[in-house]
């Protein structure tokens, strides 16, 4: 009797252990990613609020307090400003360069990265209206 | 069955020819169907009368000028090289105004024409010169008017396009005409066109792809001369100040500005005036708007075959396209180091391009010249003279 | 009173041309009024940011706007009565950014009179500013018009004096509008105690103009468009007849009514910013008169930058705000309705895409 119940209790313990190792995650794991997450919006917030993005002084935060009139929610849009229609980053591009007059990121650089979770971050729940000018 | 053949050849031939007739009006490559006003449509007998009536020499006080002599089909519809335009002669010399004649060619696509808007539209524009002192300089309409309703080659065609003869036959009609013919003069097709709408690589060169991206980004260039998903007219159709001129008269403008407002001023009448007098001439769009938004704010070109239609800017006073750049690299001042004027357009600044880029621009800038113009002399990086 | 002020005739006729062209002419509408004395106008720029970079360097961008505003009013004419700046002459309130600023101010005709900013106050208190342009709160009187000039972006003394390490740490806190470590403008008590006294000198139908930095409302927290006391500076406004408060700080068209008291904010010469209702995360209170700004393409440095100049009429100002790049704007006293409005936009019917494309 003991031996069934043991065999049994192994045989739970498999399955158990089988059924985490699959596309499972925990309440503790979305904890630490949300962190994760908001280090990076931080880190995002720290460099849109910095003059040192460019080469004059001037802050993303400057004439975006919060990121507001940003509007990530319509993009990718028509961009009249380059003559195309362009991704969040290229218009992040576009204002370190010309107001900022600075250097252009890589599309996939981490401070790139960083500027768009936060600025997606304080527009949260908007909904989306890709295209809108 | 040699029936049945000759039909089908037919019918081959009946769609060759609608196809083609098709082809005849889709604009070309790059730029968007031509705006044709609901009370002015296109006829091939109108387009023939009007293109007699541009080439007139008639039409002027010494029977010697004509809208064709500014604008000569041969120079891209310019008068390349010359700064500004010649009207006819007195004493012996030719008279001249303050303003560099534009190209007809792509004219059609401006939502308002003249250097500083002052004419709504292609048949109003084509009013002012027969009558301006230093272009053709007749008194009044009449003399092209008598021509129009009693010479056998005019009266017949004035009748077919318009139903119209003697004194029926108006300023109105002639215009017309002259419009129509004026909104044939349009031409796509560029080496950039194929390039970006056609997606061929080998359109461009690598230099003049750099110029292109130079052009979008750190050139600041598109946002007035708009390049777009599907076509590019290269033209905002607005007015900007960006520092060719005005800097002359900068400690003149307040006085300036105030006598042209207390003097007359009718559309015909600032049509005198700013062609007349120079340091007049650079209030730009001011002389219209009376906006200080306007103070040498002239009307944005279009880039299309720019490299064959030098001299630049509305007084023709740069000769090369490298100096135009040059020009905007300094931020709207001719020479570096001068003082930028109070009004210059605010998205007009130094923009930090090296030699090498400044190269790069104007080679592209030499990619927007159509193919019936490729032969024409480039003024990219020396004078046409 | 318009630049070069044409005559009725040269506006028919060139309104005859514009319309043929198909432009809107300039607003030359003005209200009746019955004693012309109270007709008169002043200039007024703000917010110009002067922002220093390094060594003889300055923001070429907010450089250009207040050398525009400045050249501009120059061309007013009639000339204004005199010229007022709203505040926010420098961006750190460092002695360059004040005497950089004060130097393009300076080519400025007529008498020029100044309001504090908090980026003009916070380094320093304002010791250099008393030094360039005088006391930081003032009253005089022109015209039969009796004009308020308040100090308005003061704050906590413990914010003030014991929070921050440093005085350069202290003006970088107060810089960003958006920073949670900031605090909120007041007028305060000293400077409310003096107003009441001043205004107890004046007879209550005189018309009484008040030039502050900060809104002398509360409307959105968060960015400090907000007076933590102005209820208070509010009740003592509230006897006069007609009172119109001109505040800068906002860099964007506002304009409401509360009482007998018409408020009007002031374009920045610098650069634009957002209105609070498109900031999605807060609740807020905007004046739910004002007809916005027109979006601004960034592309035009100047694009939703601008300065005014005011006409007093009858004790009510009328703002004409002079925009770059944009159809100027005219807010102006409606006597039927006893509120500002908006000269040809007030009616919902009448709005373009650009003032409602935020």
Redesign the interface.
């Known amino acids: 009797m003991n031996k069934k119940i043991a065999a049994l209790a192994v045989a739970a313990a498999v399955a158990f252990v089988v059924s985490l190792g699959a596309d499972e995650f925990t309440k503790k794991d979305q904890e630490r990613w949300e962190k994760e997450y908001q280090s990076v919006v931080q880190k995002g917030r720290g460099l849109f609020?910095s003059g040192a993005l460019g080469t004059?002084?001037?802050a993303c935060?400057?004439?975006?307090?919060?990121a507001?009139?940003t509007h990530p929610e319509t993009y990718p849009k028509f961009q009249?400003?380059l003559g195309r229609v362009i991704a969040l980053r290229e218009m992040i591009n576009w204002?370190l360069q010309?107001?900022l007059e600075g250097k252009p990121l890589a599309l996939d650089a981490p401070d790139m990265i960083a500027l768009e979770a936060y600025i997606l971050h304080?527009?949260?729940?908007?909904k989306l209206e890709p295209g809108k000018? | 069955m040699k029936r049945i053949l000759f039909g089908l050849v037919a019918a081959a031939a009946f769609v060759g020819a609608a196809a083609m007739a098709a082809d005849a009006t889709a604009p070309p490559l790059g730029l968007p169907p031509v705006p044709i006003p609901a009370d002015n449509p296109q006829t091939p007998e109108k387009i023939a009368l009007g293109k007699k009536l541009f080439e007139d020499k008639r039409f002027s006080a010494t029977g010697q000028v004509a809208c064709a002599t500014c604008h000569e089909a041969k120079k891209a519809f310019t008068d390349s090289p010359l700064r500004t335009s010649e009207g006819i002669k007195q004493g012996g010399k030719a008279l001249t105004g303050t303003r560099n004649a534009p190209t007809v060619v792509n004219a059609a696509y401006f939502v308002?024409q003249f250097w500083d808007?002052?004419?709504?539209s292609l048949e109003d524009q084509s009013l002012h010169p027969f009558v301006n002192p230093v272009e053709m300089g007749l008194k009044d309409h009449q003399p092209i008017l008598k021509i129009a309703r009693s010479d056998p080659a005019y009266t017949k065609a004035f009748e077919q396009v318009f139903g119209k003869k003697g004194a029926a036959i108006t300023m109105n009609e002639v215009t017309q005409a002259i419009a129509a013919f004026e909104r044939t003069q349009v031409s796509g097709d560029s080496p950039f066109d194929r390039y970006y709408f056609k997606a061929d690589q080998k359109a461009l060169t690598d230099q003049q792809k750099r110029g292109f991206d130079l052009f979008v980004n750190k050139g600041?260039c598109v946002?007035c001369h708009v390049v777009e998903q599907n076509t590019a007219v290269f033209t905002d159709n607005r007015f900007h100040n960006i520092g060719v001129g005005i800097n002359n008269v900068q400690n003149d403008?307040?006085a300036l500005?105030?006598e042209f407002?207390?003097a007359?001023?009718?559309?015909a009448e600032?049509d005198v005036k700013v062609l007349g007098d120079k340091r007049t001439s650079e209030l730009g769009r001011f002389a219209?708007?009376?906006?200080?938004?306007g103070l040498g704010g002239f009307k944005t070109s279009t880039l299309r075959n720019v490299a064959v239609t030098s001299p630049y800017m509305h007084d023709g006073s740069i000769k090369t396209l490298r100096d135009v750049v040059v020009h905007y690299n300094n931020g709207g001042v001719t020479k570096e180091g001068d003082p930028v004027n109070?009004?210059?357009?605010?998205?007009i600044?130094?923009l930090g391009l090296t030699d090498p880029e400044i190269d790069d621009l104007v080679a592209f800038l030499e990619a927007l010249t159509s193919p019936e113009y490729a032969s024409l002399p480039s003024a990219a990086r020396t004078e046409v003279k | 009173m318009n630049?070069?002020q044409?005559n009725r005739r040269?506006f028919l006729?060139?309104a005859?041309?514009?319309a043929?062209?198909?432009?809107a002419?300039?607003s030359l509408v003005k209200l009746a009024f019955a004693d012309p004395a109270l007709d008169f106008s002043f200039g007024y720029i703000s917010d110009a940011h002067i922002?220093?970079?390094s060594g003889t360097k300055f923001?070429?961008?907010w450089d250009?706007g207040l050398?525009?505003a400045v050249?501009?009013t120059?061309?007013l004419?009639p000339k204004p009565d005199f010229v007022v700046f709203g505040g926010d002459l420098g961006q750190l309130g460092m002695k360059q950014e004040l005497d950089h600023g004060a130097e393009m101010l300076s080519k400025l005709r007529g008498k020029l009179y100044c309001v504090m900013g908090e980026h003009d106050y916070y380094l320093d208190l304002g010791e250099y500013w008393s030094k360039l342009f005088g006391p930081h709160y003032y009253s005089f009187d022109h015209k039969g018009v009796h004009f308020v000039v308040l100090n308005s972006i003061l704050t906590f003394d413990d914010w003030t004096f014991n929070r921050w390490p440093s005085a350069e740490q202290r003006m970088l806190e107060m810089a960003?509008?958006?920073?949670p470590n900031g605090s909120p403008f007041m007028v305060g008590d000293k400077q409310r105690a003096w107003l009441k006294a001043d205004l107890d000198k004046i007879d209550k139908s005189t018309p009484l103009v008040v030039f502050s930095h900060s809104p002398l409302q509360k409307l959105y927290k968060?960015?400090n468009f907000w007076t933590d006391d102005a209820d208070e500076v509010q009740a003592l406004l509230a006897p006069f007849a007609k009172v119109n408060v001109i505040y800068g700080h906002v860099h964007q068209i506002q304009y409401n009514q509360i009482g007998n008291i018409s408020f009007n904010a002031v374009m920045a010469t610098a650069?634009?910013?957002?209105y609070?209702n498109?900031?999605?995360?807060?609740e807020h209170t905007m004046p739910v008169l004002t007809v916005p700004m027109n979006?601004a393409?960034?592309?035009?440095?100047?694009?939703a930058t601008g300065w005014q100049f005011i006409d007093v009429q009858t004790g009510r100002v009328k703002l004409e705000y002079?925009l770059?790049?944009?159809t100027?704007r005219t807010v102006a006293w409606n006597p039927a309705s006893g509120k500002p409005e908006d000269r040809a936009f007030q009616d919902p019917a009448k709005r373009i895409p650009p003032q409602v494309?935020?």
């Open positions: 609020t004059n002084g001037v935060a400057q004439c975006h307090p919060n507001a009139n009249k400003q204002c010309q107001p304080e527009r949260r729940g908007v000018h | 308002t808007g002052r004419s709504p600041r946002s403008v307040p500005a105030g407002l207390k007359k001023a009718t559309l600032v219209i708007s009376r906006n200080f938004e109070d009004f210059l357009s605010s998205g600044r130094p | 630049p070069f044409p040269d006729r060139s005859a041309a514009a043929a062209a198909g432009i002419p300039m922002q220093h970079i923001v070429r961008n250009r050398i525009r050249a501009e120059n061309m004419t960003g509008l958006d920073n968060g960015w650069w634009p910013w957002p609070p498109t900031y999605a995360q807060a979006r393409d960034p592309f035009f440095e100047r694009d002079n770059y790049n944009n100027n494309h935020y």
